[in-house]
């Protein structure tokens, strides 16, 4: 059941999860939803009223395990979700790895561990057992998403070329749920057309220059008039703001690998700082007016706003507004 970075994977068999555990590990929180509902409905298929349930791993001991896979009254067929593997208690670890070890024939077990170190060693083990498959939720790098809208499209039967996803992940942002709703709307539209630059410009494109890398971009030129324009254009517009942000931290990153960089063609320099060929020539021109101590005050100018915008702040407009003028500051310097 593999997961292909850039691409839905492949649907599950009942074969393929029933007796099985299933390890979804990765930051990626979208790729990983989608192989916990891929089994979901591998296991639906197969049996209409199997039950299902979820757990976490902080609240889970072998008796609760026992609890979630045995027989309801219903159906014996389960399928159970145990979320934050990282948090699993120590006492619980041995329990559950010689649950893995044997599973039970009628049971689809997910464990899902959301990245990072903690956790790591329970890992190491789970892969060493027979009846463990793991699934890998890795990130995107910035030169990828086009290649995801393209598989996504192409997953739906339609075609799409490599400008026409570009000019997508443009106008929409990085965010995948909102890039995959986007291919599907395109697809349904247009049944087994070819999707073009001009047919994604006519649905997402409106104001596609006043989207979140517009904002980020202008900012890091230190155009600040221009930012500031932009940004308001995109939080009207209905931009949600976290993307806005998304877009800075790529930006920031970009600059700081740019200016670590040893390649110099553009093709090199393009896979060695992870953004599209055709964004290199701009970042080398941001980068003319940032100093590695510029870089790293912005490092942690993205992260406070970032913060602000996920629950510390109330106001999104301020904090985006305040983010955008802190950048274009530090360039100016």
């Known amino acids: 059941m593999p997961a292909p970075r850039s691409a839905a994977p492949r649907a599950p068999s009942a074969t393929d999860v029933l007796g ?28 209409a009223e199997a039950e299902v349930s979820e757990a976490a791993a902080a609240e889970l001991s072998l008796a609760t395990l026992g609890e979630l896979s045995a027989p309801s009254l219903f159906s014996s067929t389960r399928c159970v979700v145990v979320r934050k593997l990282e948090d699993l208690p120590e006492e619980s670890v041995a329990g559950l790895l010689g649950y893995c070890a044997a599973p039970a024939e009628d049971v689809a077990l997910v464990l899902v561990h959301s990245g990072g170190q903690k956790g790591s060693g329970v890992l190491t083990k789970l892969r060493k057992l027979g009846p463990v498959t793991e699934v890998k939720s890795a990130e995107l790098k910035a030169s990828e998403y086009p290649s995801f809208v393209i598989n996504e499209a192409r997953s739906m039967g339609a075609r799409m070329d490599q400008q026409a996803a570009t000019t997508l992940v443009q106008a929409v942002g990085q965010d995948l749920r909102s890039l995959s709703a986007a291919a599907h709307q395109l697809t349904n539209d247009f049944p087994g057309e070819t999707l073009t630059e001009e047919r994604v410009k006519r649905y997402f494109g409106g104001r596609a220059e006043a ?123």
């Open 20 to 47: 099985r555990v299933t390890l979804v590990t990765g930051k990626e929180e979208f790729f990983g939803e989608r192989t916990v509902a891929a089994v979901r409905g591998a296991v639906r298929a197969h049996d």
């Open 211 to 333: 989207k979140s890398f517009a904002v980020a971009d202008a900012a890091f030129s230190g155009r600040r008039l221009e930012a500031l324009e932009e940004l308001r254009w995109a939080l009207d517009g209905g931009t949600p703001a976290v993307l806005i942000t998304s877009a800075f931290a790529g930006g920031v990153r970009g600059l700081a690998r740019f200016k670590g960089a040893r390649s110099r063609s553009e093709g090199d320099l393009a896979r060695e700082i992870g953004v599209p060929p055709w964004k290199v020539r701009s970042v080398r021109e941001q980068a003319r007016g940032w100093s590695s101590a510029a870089l790293g005050e912005a490092v942690r100018a993205v992260a406070r706003a970032d913060a602000d915008i996920k629950g510390a702040a109330s106001d999104a407009s301020y904090t985006m507004e305040r983010l955008v003028l802190t950048i274009t500051e530090l360039r100016e310097r």
